[in-house]
């Protein structure tokens, strides 16, 4: 079985700062790419930043700037650093990876429980 343990969410005002860290653990064989992803009341989710496993970056329009992921391979883990937080922000983040088990001839997706992140003054 493989888990994705999110932590580091919590309440900042706007303008402040937060870093999110996630971890895989498990039966891995590779991990393809890592991201983040998040769900605001009443919306849908949204690819926040996406990181392959050879460093490349993707990030949504809303946070380029602000946000930055960044990997940790040894440790199957990736950061989002976020800055200049804005109450538009606010939402619950998900950590996903795409990964092989091993033994297993398939790349599938795992999600996190996800870890709420509050902007407000």
């Known amino acids: 079985q493989v888990q994705l343990v999110e932590s580091g969410g919590g309440l900042v005002q706007p303008g402040g700062s937060l870093r999110l860290s996630c971890a895989a653990s498990?039966?891995?064989?590779?991990?393809?790419?890592m991201g983040w992803y998040r769900q605001a009341p009443g919306k849908q989710r949204e690819l926040v930043a996406s990181?392959?496993?050879?460093?490349?970056?993707n990030y949504a329009d809303s946070v380029k700037g602000r946000f930055t992921i960044s990997k940790d391979n040894a440790k199957n883990a990736v950061d989002l650093q976020m800055s200049i937080l804005k109450p538009e922000d606010t939402a619950v983040y998900y950590c996903?990876?795409?990964?092989?088990?091993?033994?297993?001839?398939?790349?599938?997706?795992?999600w996190g429980e996800g870890a709420l992140v509050t902007v407000s003054s």
């Open positions: 996903t990876a795409n990964l092989r088990e091993r033994f297993s001839i398939r790349d599938m997706n795992y």
């Open positions: 498990g039966s891995i064989f590779i991990i393809n790419a």
């Open positions: 990181i392959t496993s050879g460093g490349r970056t």
